[in-house]
T-cell receptor
Framework: DAGVIQSPRHEVTEMGQEVTLRCKPISGHDYLFWYRQTMMRGLELLIY????????DSGMPEDRFSAKMPNASFSTLKIQPSEPRDSAVYFC??????????????FGQGTRLTVV | GESVGLHLPTLSVQEGDNSIINCAYS??????FIWYKQESGKGPQFIID?????DKRQGQRVTVLLNKTVKHLSLQIAATQPGDSAVYFC????????????FGGGTRLMVKP
């Protein structure tokens, strides 16, 4: 398995534009997470899905952020409109079903977003 | 991934020495803990985990110690190598609370040759 695959690796966009980040989780994993990493706040959980259903989106900062998981092999995180303070590295991670020893999350390489 | 920057505590060790990285967790209900390593330009990578019914677990060159009384976790790296230079995060969760991990702020390990 190639691991969690994110695209694009880098995104530079102008303030006000829509940004879509993509993620392909590891096949067979039931959980998918979106994290944001910044210098000031570290790694923050934005939202996570279980079996394609959003379970907890309390970390989504504003209504400008939305996430979808239309099927088990694909998820998107969308920011519309984007703002400079959204600049960060966004990570997608996936893991197996909940339970002892299965909670390890595998992370993708991240998407570095710069909003100018 | 970005290195998490200027405000990270930093541990600087000589190559070949042992390293100890500490983490204080916040939720007394957490019962599963994981250490992650993040190298520059990459996502966090699993190192080792431990359940709350254990106080020590060993892997290859790494040992995790858990003290539930004071809610403290440590990662020991034996014979530290230049390739160990990275940011290290501890993460906590409850095994019956979905798989949601809460990450600590991270510690930067720098290995001097």
């Amino acid at each position: 398995d190639a691991g969690v695959i994110q695209s694009p690796r880098h995104e530079v966009t102008e303030m006000g534009q829509e940004v879509t980040l993509r993620c392909k989780p590891i096949s067979g994993h039931d959980y998918l997470f979106w994290y944001r990493q910044t210098m000031m706040r570290g790694l923050e959980l934005l939202i996570y899905f279980n079996n394609n259903v959003p379970i907890d989106d309390s970390g989504m900062p504003e209504d400008r952020f939305s996430a979808k998981m239309p099927n088990a092999s694909f998820s998107t995180l969308k920011i519309q409109p984007s703002e400079p303070r959204d600049s960060a590295v966004y990570f997608c991670a996936s893991s197996l079903v909940a339970g002892w020893g299965n909670t390890e999350a595998f992370f993708g390489q991240g998407t570095r977003l710069t909003v100018v | 991934g970005e290195s998490v920057g200027l405000h990270l505590p930093t541990l600087s060790v000589q190559e070949g020495d042992n390293s100890i990285i500490n983490c204080a967790y916040s939720n007394s209900a957490s019962d599963y803990f994981i250490w992650y390593k993040q190298e520059s330009g990459k996502g966090p990578q699993f190192i080792i985990d431990i359940r709350s019914n254990m106080d020590k677990r060993q892997g290859q060159r790494v040992t995790v110690l858990l003290n539930k009384t004071v809610k403290h976790l440590s990662l020991q790296i034996a014979a530290t190598q230049p390739g160990d230079s990275a940011v290290y995060f501890c993460a906590e969760t409850r095994h019956n609370a979905g798989n949601m991990l809460t990450f600590g702020g991270g510690t930067r390990l720098m290995v001097k040759p």
